[in-house]
């Protein structure tokens, strides 16, 4: 596989950050950036030019990465040729989270085909119950498949976010591509590295991603104590503090992060599914930690990839990482970059979710405040 990738900014206009030679050959592009740069049909006439038979997709996100550089209000295209590779789009539209779970399942029974080896997908992230997609998607693909993807981004804004599906980017939009063939060989992780503080709680009241009580109690009013002077920053303060979610049957969690509030309701709708029954705990940042789980993730990729060399790499990283580490931030990228060493690409966003096998294949999660990285190589 040969990659070619192009950044945009303010300042600098396009450069090029990585040459192969792709051109016209490209079957696969993806593009991240911010939502108002998403948006300029220019952008899209562009891109089209440079790659006219490739499958586009992208989303607006909340920082984009390229390299280890992590910006802002920029651009990044990445266009993919392979060799011995096929792959395939499908897509969905989605106007409310019920539709979230068949969503999922109608984009698994597009892609259902000899030869299925992976899906990547890129969903909308305030419209869509990534945890209900995802069961969609595992629930209609054989067991053999991975899947990895994100959730778009809107800054630190949470007001609207879009997806591109070879075409101008909309809200409501779900991408999903599969990769077929035996000689593709994709490695993945997702990891954290956030501390839990204060008392485990128990979920007593909600409704599929939104959140009522715990332990009996206003669940919006707890964590307005735990905030403090912050609570006035919310949703965008709750990005600091996470819940960790745990169930009794599973034993280990996921981290959950919030969307959005309803102060009449007083309730907090979150990215995933939030279970009567589970327990909650907050989580609170350790910079030392979120650093070593980025390169933890790159690690996990490069095991799952054996004696193969990843040529891309994309890494989706959660919104909230970001907001805590601030001018660190960059970091958590280098750290990947030791990793998985000089060769690959590297490309990727901050998301509002990260979908991720949790152990096991079939065991895919939406994952919150991780950085999830999938790797890929062609043999």
Same mark, same amino acid.
């Given at each position: 596989?040969? $990659?070619?990738?192009? /950044? ?21 592009? #993806?593009? %991240? ?52 590779? =096929? ?17 999922? /399942? ?49 800054? &630190? ?41 204060? &008392? ?16 009996? =109690? ?12 912050? /609570?006035?920053? #919310? ?5 600091? %503090? ?27 709708? %979150? ?18 930690? #979120? ?20 040529? #891309? ?19 958590? $990228? ?7 060493? &000089? =060769?690959?690409?590297?490309?990727? %966003? ?6 991720? &096998? ?22």
């Amino acid at each position: 596989m040969k $990659v070619d990738q192009k /950044a945009w900014t303010r300042e600098d206009g396009w450069r090029d950050t990585a040459q192969a030679g792709v051109g016209a050959s490209a079957q696969w592009v #993806l593009m %991240f950036g911010s939502r108002a740069r998403m948006q300029e049909p220019s952008v899209l006439q562009q891109v089209r030019a440079w790659y006219p038979e490739a499958i586009l997709v992208g989303c607006s996100t909340a920082g984009e990465i390229h390299g280890t550089a992590v910006s802002d209000d920029s651009l990044v295209v990445t266009a993919v040729a392979f060799e011995r590779t =096929r792959i395939r789009l499908a897509q969905a539209r989605v106007e409310s989270m019920e539709e979230s779970q068949a969503a999922g /399942a109608s984009l698994a029974r597009s892609l259902l085909q000899p030869g299925l080896a992976h899906v990547l997908v890129l969903s909308d992230g305030l419209k869509v119950n990534g945890t209900e997609l995802v069961r969609g998607l595992r629930a209609n693909l054989p067991e053999t498949v991975g899947m990895t993807g994100g959730l778009a981004g809107d800054g &630190p804004d949470f007001q609207h976010t879009v997806v591109c599906v070879n075409g101008l980017p909309a809200e409501g939009q779900v991408a999903a591509v599969g990769f077929y063939g035996e000689r593709l060989r994709i490695g993945y992780g997702s990891l954290g590295g956030w501390d839990a503080f204060g &008392p485990e709680r128990l979920i007593t009241r909600s409704r599929s991603n939104v959140l009522y009580e715990l332990d009996g =109690r206003s669940a919006l009013e707890l964590y307005k104590q735990y905030l403090g002077e912050h /609570a006035a920053e #919310l949703p965008a303060a709750a990005l600091r %503090f996470p819940l960790a979610l745990r169930s009794e049957k599973e034993g280990s969690g996921v981290v959950r992060t919030v969307l959005s509030i309803d102060e009449k309701e007083q309730s907090m709708t %979150f990215a995933g599914d939030m279970p009567q029954g589970s327990y909650a705990r907050l989580m609170k940042a350790n910079f030392d930690r #979120l650093i070593d789980g980025a390169a933890g993730a790159a690690r996990a990729g490069l095991e799952r990839l054996g004696s193969f060399q990843p040529e #891309l790499a994309v890494l989706i990283s959660c919104v909230g990482r970001k907001l805590v580490l601030k001018q660190r931030v960059e970091e958590e $990228v280098e750290a990947v970059r030791e990793v998985l060493g &000089p =060769r690959p690409t590297l490309t990727g %966003f901050y998301s509002y979710g990260e979908i991720c &096998p949790h152990g096991a294949v079939t065991h895919c999660e939406l994952h919150n405040q991780t950085m999830t990285i999938t790797a890929f190589s062609e043999s």
